[in-house]
């Protein structure tokens, strides 16, 4: 059997067996195995679809609207997409050549770096990221070049640093506001001047902007919208997070019709078109949910406030993330690496997040608390880290 495993192994891409597995899930899978374990590790909300999303999605099924839709998604869909966007956040797209809705974000960031990237070419990726960005570069045959920002910053990314790690390999910027795991969401001022070295140097961003909906203090500023960054601009969102749709795999990709023509190749032959279901629910997100969307909001950031301030007291520190639902508190005054924090508060507290350093380099002496969980779970969370906090300082 061993020789057999080994034999199988050895015919793997190379490539492949060089992409570590998501950090984030190691320690999704951990907690799912023991028992009174408060998660703070998974991202996903935990607000149920709301009523009329999900009625849509039932009736499309009960219609029999169960074929194949236009491989760039249902028009209608597209057409809702546009006119929320160009509402929102003062962009204009054509429905017809410059989006296409995809199985969740995930898919669309998939489909913009493959559609741009060739072997050797370096995509430079604001740090801390979602674990999937330098994996994606990577198998796309691409070299992620990762930029580090600081907790003294915000983890907003220093435009020098930007601009130092350019080389004439360098395709694109990928960045990610409201950020996961951070929180950070950037002003408008810095938005500009991040731009400002994309246009000078003649690159392409990749914008993640799956948070936009949840940003607290201030309206969303898509990068997209900055003076000059509309035709070199990949924007990447969907309605997983603010529409508490996860499971329904919802995503869109905005762009230049160039662009989303190349990435359309890639999604007719793998993936053909996302889930009509999902797409018939996703269409009545946007007709009936947005009340909801704006009720969620709210109620995250209540949480937000409560668990910003109690790792605080705790003696954590921690900045008031602007957008997202991830607090990043440094546990550095501790003594541990986030790896042995993050396994000995599972293990003494059963209280799960995500270590750092998972998220690169950058976010080393940190861990991802998502505050998507209800005020009571995230009370008797804040009582046990401050009980693990005060037992187990090296300092």
């Known amino acids: 059997m061993t020789d057999s495993v080994s034999s199988l192994t050895s015919r793997l891409s190379t490539t492949v067996k060089s992409v570590p597995p998501s950090g984030i899930r190691k320690f999704f899978d951990l907690a799912a195995n023991m028992e009174g374990v408060i998660s703070l590790g998974v991202g996903e909300p935990d607000f149920s679809t709301p009523w009329a999303i999900r009625e849509a999605g039932v009736s499309s099924l009960e219609r029999g609207r169960t074929s194949y839709t236009a491989n760039a998604g249902l028009y209608e869909l597209r057409e809702k997409i546009a006119t929320y966007f160009e509402r929102k956040y003062h962009v204009q797209y054509d429905p017809e050549t410059e989006m296409i809705v995809t199985v969740g974000a995930s898919e669309g960031l998939d489909l913009a770096i493959r559609s741009i990237v060739d072997p050797g070419d370096e995509v430079i990726i604001v740090e801390p990221n979602f674990v999937s960005y330098a994996p994606l570069v990577t198998l796309a045959g691409g070299k992620p070049i990762p930029v580090k920002t600081t907790l003294e910053n915000r983890f907003v990314p220093l435009t020098e640093a930007i601009e130092q790690a350019i080389t004439p390999k360098t395709k694109a910027v990928l960045t990610s506001f409201p950020n996961n795991p951070t929180g950070t969401v950037l002003t408008a001022k810095e938005s500009k001047e991040i731009c400002d070295v994309i246009k000078r140097n003649d690159l392409l961003l990749i914008s993640d902007e799956i948070y936009a909906e949840l940003s607290y203090d201030a309206a969303h500023t898509s990068m997209a919208s900055v003076d000059g960054m509309r035709e070199r601009t990949i924007l990447i969102s969907g309605l997983s997070k603010a529409f508490a749709m996860t499971g329904w795999r919802m995503g869109y990709v905005c762009a230049p019709s160039v662009i989303t023509q190349a ?133």
């Open 263 to 395: 990435m359309l190749k890639i999604h007719q032959y793998a993936i053909m078109c996302a889930p009509s279901t999902a797409q018939y629910a996703a269409l009545a997100g946007f007709n009936e949910g947005l009340v909801e969307v704006e009720e969620m909001v709210e109620t995250y950031k209540q949480r937000r406030n409560f668990f910003v301030t109690s790792m605080r007291e705790i003696g954590l520190d921690c900045h008031q993330p602007g957008g997202a639902f991830y607090a990043f508190p440094s546990i550095k005054k501790t003594g541990y690496g986030s790896e042995e924090f993050a396994q000995k508060l599972l293990e003494g507290e059963q209280v799960a997040v995500v270590p750092g350093h998972v998220f690169g380099e950058g976010g080393e002496g940190h861990i991802r608390c998502s505050y998507a969980s209800s005020m009571k779970q995230l009370q008797t969370a804040v009582e046990r880290i401050d009980r693990f906090v005060n037992r187990n300082s090296k300092s």
